[in-house]
T-cell receptor, first 117, second 117 residues
Framework: KNQVEQSPQSLIILEGKNCTLQCNYTVSPFSNLRWYKQDTGRGPVSLTIMTFSENTKSNGRYTATLDADTKQSSLHITASQLSDSASYICVVILPPYYGGSQGNLIFGKGTKLSVKP | GAVVSQHPSRVICKSGTSVKIECRSLDFQATTMFWYRQFPKKSLMLMATSNEGSKATYEQGVEKDKFLINHASLTLSTLTVTSAHPEDSSFYIC?????????????FGPGTRLLVL
């Protein structure tokens, strides 16, 4: 069964500190993996996207890694800011030709990050 | 980046009435749009896949007569919640698929908060 597991479920850190969020997946076949940030009451916004052959991708203070052998990804946030408080969702995308709906997304349940002053 | 809008952003209605939610891709054409529902502290759940010019494909357990989907053009899909009940209160998010080879993905709208009294 295709699954995406994220940890921790929630995390509280102080402003300025770094943190790392984890994502393990059992999705196959695999097209690409994305990390999204979802503010409360808003739709998800894409942070990074990585294909099978990419093992790191940065977007400002966000750096995502991907180990396709162990099927693990992480999102590292550097020098956290209060505005980083949100849910971070790991999404694995199936190829569009792979059964079901085109461009199937398998969602993790997200990690709720709270950055405190 | 690609922009997807939703209207209204929030709506309160009486039980038994119908509510229409619009999803627009503002700067690209989307042959496929997706409708999700998200309950508090839960991950997004795919409700249906909307294809321009054809009938929507509903996920198991989603009543197609209750959640009417129309994809009239390449930039607009609508979701109508018919005879809404309090249990339909939720956060509804649409996304539009931007085809792009192995990095194709979906861009999410900002969501619509529905409260049925």
């Amino acid at each position: 069964k295709n699954q995406v597991e994220q940890s921790p479920q929630s995390l509280i850190i102080l402003e300025g500190k770094n943190c790392t969020l984890q994502c393990n997946y059992t999705v196959s076949p695999f097209s690409n993996l994305r990390w999204y940030k979802q503010d409360t009451g808003r739709g998800p916004v894409s942070l990074t996207i990585m294909t099978f052959s990419e093992n790191t991708k940065s977007n400002g203070r966000y750096t995502a890694t991907l180990d396709a052998d162990t099927k693990q990804s992480s999102l590292h946030i550097t020098a956290s800011q209060l505005s980083d408080s949100a849910s971070y969702i790991c999404v694995v995308i199936l190829p569009p030709y792979y059964g079901g709906s085109q461009g199937n997304l398998i969602f993790g349940k997200g990690t709720k990050l709270s950055v405190k002053p | 980046g690609a922009v997807v809008s939703q209207h209204p952003s929030r709506v309160i209605c009486k039980s038994g009435t119908s509510v229409k939610i619009e999803c627009r891709s503002l700067d690209f054409q989307a042959t496929t749009m997706f409708w999700y529902r998200q309950f508090p502290k839960k991950s997004l759940m795919l409700m249906a896949t909307s294809n321009e010019g054809s009938k929507a494909t509903y996920e198991q357990g989603v009543e197609k007569d209750k959640f009417l989907i129309n994809h009239a053009s390449l930039t607009l899909s609508t979701l109508t919640v018919t005879s809404a009940h309090p249990e339909d209160s939720s956060f509804y998010i649409c996304s539009a698929r931007l085809a792009g080879g192995v990095k194709e993905t979906q861009y999410f709208g900002p969501g619509t908060r529905l409260l049925v009294l």
